[in-house]
């Protein structure tokens, strides 16, 4: 349940700004085409360091790299919330990112080595099902959050879960002892292949801009 907690968390981040994000513009001072990458400047680092988060947890152990990339996560929700201007907000968003990186397949680790045969089958599943019921629940939590309390809110709401979370883990999921650790981090891949989704991504919204007609 509290591994489930968190990576609805983390794929709920990646579509609750939608919804804010005009509301989020106007207060920050941003432009159209700025205003999207507060979405961007969270899924670059969260999709390009999968990977390499995955490695960190089949050297260091995934319990240890959940509770890492949860506190990581959490910390940036927390400052995120009180961010003032695109710079603070676009680098909060980033280090989200990581942190969702480092969680993620740290949680996907620690159920597959607790579940085996039928049971693990039925965890993939419901693992699956979170998220898949994150990104569609994204939408609307953050249309609510953004009617009520403001666009803020869909930050801070992640820290009272990341610290629940965070406090009770150590007591349902045992560390598991590193066996194996084979070969070393491939630091200059993670960084490549961030900086490739990056550089991608902004190619194509730049030439999106520069299609559209002058007013």
């Known amino acids: 349940m509290l591994l489930a907690a968190a990576q ?98 740290a949680a996907l680790a620690t159920v597959t080595s607790r579940f085996t045969g039928a049971d693990r089958h039925r965890a993939l599943a419901a693992w699956g099902a979170v998220g898949a019921v994150g990104a569609a629940v994204g939408v609307l939590i953050g249309g609510i959050l953004t009617d009520g309390p403001g666009w803020r809110w869909i930050f801070f709401i992640n820290v009272p879960v990341g610290v629940v979370v965070a406090v009770l883990l150590p007591f349902v999921v045992r560390a598991v002892p590193v066996l194996r650790r084979g070969r070393g981090l491939d630091i200059l891949g993670a960084f490549l292949v961030t900086s490739a989704s990056g550089s991608l991504i902004y190619g194509i919204t730049s030439i999106g801009d520069g299609a559209r007609p002058a007013r």
């Open 8 to 105: 609805f968390m983390l794929i709920l981040d990646v579509t609750v700004l939608n919804v804010a994000l005009p509301q989020l513009g106007a207060e920050l001072g941003l432009e159209r085409a700025l205003s999207g990458w507060a979405i961007t400047a969270y899924v670059i680092p969260f999709g390009g360091l999968l990977l390499f988060g995955g490695r960190l947890a089949d050297l260091f152990g995934s319990r240890r790299m959940f509770l890492i990339g949860l506190t990581l996560f959490t910390a940036a929700s927390f400052f995120a919330g009180f961010a003032d201007n695109a710079s603070s907000l676009f680098a909060t968003r980033a280090v989200q990112g990581v942190g969702a990186a480092l969680l993620s397949p």
